[in-house]
């Protein structure tokens, strides 16, 4: 399967993928495995705040899952169109596909303490890859002002991987140490609004745990390309 995901990957990239980019969001993410997109107005944003007040939620392992519903739904579907409608169809003309949405989450992450890396994940706090082929990215929106205490996202650049590996001798999300690693790491701290599109197949990361009295609330888009 391994062999095969790679054998997809590097095919892909060699007779689908355009070798000539003139988007910059998109030629960030090629040569990084991320890349900052627009800020949607607070405004917005508060709109949907709102919104989240008359979801149902769901609580478990430090986190809170909103429930879509139907408002929501047409309010998340108007805002993505309003605010990303270009730049997805540039990644289209750089996948030579059709990129769709596959998945929208709103989620909250709450804060919690951890001693051992081994012990049971609960909001994916280990560093890891998505097991999905190259042509699955995600965009994320934050719903609030991250800062470091809130948990912000965390993830290895494309350029710094091999030498994460190295230096933390990672071997799975369960064995590795970190500690001298915080040079080639990026903290997704930002205001309000601020999105951002990660190569989450190809860039290791985690969801950073946030202080004890803290949250982190996030928009997630899962976004597909359709060979």
Known sequence: ???????F???????????????????????EGYAK????????????????????????????????????????KKLFIKNFKKQVESFEEY????????????????GFKK??????????????TDNYLFTYFKLF?????IDYSKGPLHFVTKKNIKKFIRKSNYKNRYFYNDQNTQDLIFKNVGNKGESIFVN???CLHKAGVPDQDKTRTVLLFHLNVIP
Do not use: A, M, W
Request: net charge neutral.
């Open 37 to 76: 997109s627009i800020i949607i107005p607070g405004e917005e944003i508060d709109k949907i705040n709102f919104l989240l007040t008359k979801c149902e939620e769901n609580y478990e392992n430090n986190e809170t899952i909103y429930k879509n519903n139907k408002e929501l739904k047409e309010k998340l």
């Open 1 to 7: 399967n391994y062999i095969l995901y790679n054998l």
């Open 141 to 145: 929106i934050n719903l609030e002002e």
């Open 95 to 110: 996948y030579s596909s059709r990129v769709i949405i596959s998945q929208i989450k709103v989620f909250k992450n709450h």
């Open 9 to 31: 990957n590097k095919s892909f990239k060699i007779f689908k993928c355009k070798n000539t980019i003139h988007n910059n969001t998109v030629l960030n993410f090629k040569k």
């Open 115 to 128: 001693s051992y890396l081994s012990e049971k994940e609960t909001i994916s706090e280990n560093y890891h």
């Open 200 to 202: 989450t197949t190809e």
